[in-house]
Structures are given as structure tokens and as C-alpha cells.
């Protein structure tokens, strides 16, 4: 359970973090309380993953899912280019998680 409750966390990293680029300095409402609620949520999972999982593994699954996907929704949306190099970076991210995980 705590491996599930780790992987929504670093998704909801993801959701803060691009909340957070929108709000443009919390002058924005919308995406400031999506930030609030999402950051609360999201170091809540954190903690309580911690309390089964070692903190380093889980900082650094959390911390690489939330930059993974924060990277893919700004390509998606087209606030940062998208090329090959940067692709196959990402995906040695992911698969140092998976390594993480697997070796866990």
C-alpha cells in the first residue's frame, strides 16, 4: 500500500508543481488553491509511505515521478520543446525508479 500511496504522491507532485507555475506569484486564485490542496495531499502521501518505505528511496521515487511527469505536461502543453535527448533522459529517470522499486 505504501508503494501505491508513493506513486499518487509523486503524481500529485507533478499537479503542484505546474499549479505552482500558473498561479504566476499566487496572484492567480484557481491555480494557487490547486497548488495548496495538491502540496498538502502530496507530502501527506509522502510521510505516510515513509513510515514503511527507507526516506531516501521514497524522496527520491516521489521527486523523480513528480519531475517526470511535470517535464511531460509542459511538452504536452507546449511550454517546453520536446526533443529526443530530452526524452531519453526522462526515461532513465523512470527507469531508475523502477530500479528503485525492484531493488526495495
Known amino acids: 500500500m505504501s ?26 486564485l484557481a491555480p494557487t488553491v490547486v497548488f495548496g490542496i495538491t502540496l498538502v495531499l502530496s507530502m501527506a502521501g509522502l510521510a505516510y509511505a515513509m513510515r514503511e518505505l527507507p526516506v531516501g528511496t521514497s524522496y527520491a ?8 511527469l511535470t517535464v511531460l505536461i509542459a511538452m504536452v502543453t507546449g511550454e517546453e520543446s520536446v526533443s529526443a535527448v530530452k526524452v531519453l533522459l526522462l526515461a532513465g529517470i523512470v527507469g531508475c525508479v523502477i530500479g528503485l522499486k525492484v531493488l526495495h
Open 3 to 28: 508503494w501505491v500511496v508513493l506513486v499518487l504522491s509523486g503524481v500529485l507532485e507533478a499537479v503542484w508543481a505546474t499549479a505552482l507555475g500558473r498561479s504566476e506569484g499566487f496572484t492567480r
Open 61 to 68: 521515487v516521489w521527486v523523480g515521478i513528480g519531475a517526470v
